[in-house]
């Protein structure tokens, strides 16, 4: 008897740890449309995408607090530990991750919305377009590591950051060039490079979903500091 309630104990558990990562994949793919739109958003100068994404947020404001609530209601029934704690600890965090995602892109549709359509030059929005491939695909990883508990790809993700920093330094060097040779583009070349920052924080956040990644697998964070990228020298190809 005390070994079948044992079993059913454990089963009910690992049920609520399911639905838990559950609630999180299905927040990863929202946040994951709202930075994709968001930039499209702004590559393409579409306010109505633009207004799309800012209305979306509160859905994911919304999951962020259902897996609050999730995950502390199974530490106060369940009283995890070791592992399972860490697989509940680590997906409020990343919950919470998603949720900044969320708002980064809330803020560059904002953004978007009061850029001139043809003040920047082509080469800044290519930047920017190479940019987001890269940003986009680190997030994807960060999400997919989750999904399959692969340390290794979780590491990438890690490791991947510097290519980020490297086009957030190009991209705020050449933007300040062009704002010296074209005093009247200085009001929107500060809304891109707000834009461009908020896209290297959404690189951050998934480095941060990666760190949990790994965490929850290892038992500890990657060891050694965040590789970071200082200033370097990027051209992009404006055809």
């Given at each position: 008897m005390e070994l079948a309630r044992s079993v059913h104990t454990r089963t009910v558990f690992d049920v609520d740890l399911r639905d838990l990562a559950q609630m999180v994949t299905e927040m990863g793919g929202l946040a994951e449309r709202q930075i994709t739109q968001g930039l499209s958003a702004l590559t393409s100068r579409n306010a109505s995408l633009a207004r799309q994404v800012i209305g979306r947020d509160d859905a994911l404001d919304a999951l962020q607090n259902k897996i609050a609530e999730k995950g502390i209601s199974i530490i106060a029934q369940r009283q995890p530990l070791a592992n399972d704690l860490r697989e509940i600890i680590s997906a409020m965090h990343i919950s919470g991750d998603l949720e900044r995602l969320g708002d980064l892109a809330k803020n560059i549709s904002k953004r978007a919305i009061v850029i001139s359509s043809d003040i920047l030059p082509k080469s800044m929005i290519v930047g920017l377009e190479h940019m987001t491939r890269i940003v986009l695909k680190q997030v994807k990883m960060a999400l997919d590591s989750y999904a399959s508990h692969d340390i290794d790809e979780a590491l990438a993700v890690w490791n991947g950051d510097r290519q980020v920093d490297a086009f957030n330094n190009a991209l705020f060097d050449?933007?300040?060039?062009?704002?010296?040779?074209?005093?009247?583009?200085i009001a929107d070349c500060i809304q891109f490079l707000f834009c461009v920052k908020n896209l290297e924080r959404a690189g951050d956040h998934a480095t941060n979903i990666a760190e949990s990644v790994h965490y929850i697998i290892s038992g500890h964070l990657p060891l050694g500091e965040r590789p970071k990228e200082n200033a370097v020298k990027l051209k992009f190809n404006a055809r």
């Amino acid at each position: 008897m005390e070994l079948a309630r044992s079993v059913h104990t454990r089963t009910v558990f690992d049920v609520d740890l399911r639905d838990l990562a559950q609630m999180v994949t299905e927040m990863g793919g929202l946040a994951e449309r709202q930075i994709t739109q968001g930039l499209s958003a702004l590559t393409s100068r579409n306010a109505s995408l633009a207004r799309q994404v800012i209305g979306r947020d509160d859905a994911l404001d919304a999951l962020q607090n259902k897996i609050a609530e999730k995950g502390i209601s199974i530490i106060a029934q369940r009283q995890p530990l070791a592992n399972d704690l860490r697989e509940i600890i680590s997906a409020m965090h990343i919950s919470g991750d998603l949720e900044r995602l969320g708002d980064l892109a809330k803020n560059i549709s904002k953004r978007a919305i009061v850029i001139s359509s043809d003040i920047l030059p082509k080469s800044m929005i290519v930047g920017l377009e190479h940019m987001t491939r890269i940003v986009l695909k680190q997030v994807k990883m960060a999400l997919d590591s989750y999904a399959s508990h692969d340390i290794d790809e979780a590491l990438a993700v890690w490791n991947g950051d510097r290519q980020v920093d490297a086009f957030n330094n190009a991209l705020f060097d050449e933007t300040l060039d062009y704002m010296s040779r074209d005093p009247h583009s200085i009001a929107d070349c500060i809304q891109f490079l707000f834009c461009v920052k908020n896209l290297e924080r959404a690189g951050d956040h998934a480095t941060n979903i990666a760190e949990s990644v790994h965490y929850i697998i290892s038992g500890h964070l990657p060891l050694g500091e965040r590789p970071k990228e200082n200033a370097v020298k990027l051209k992009f190809n404006a055809r």
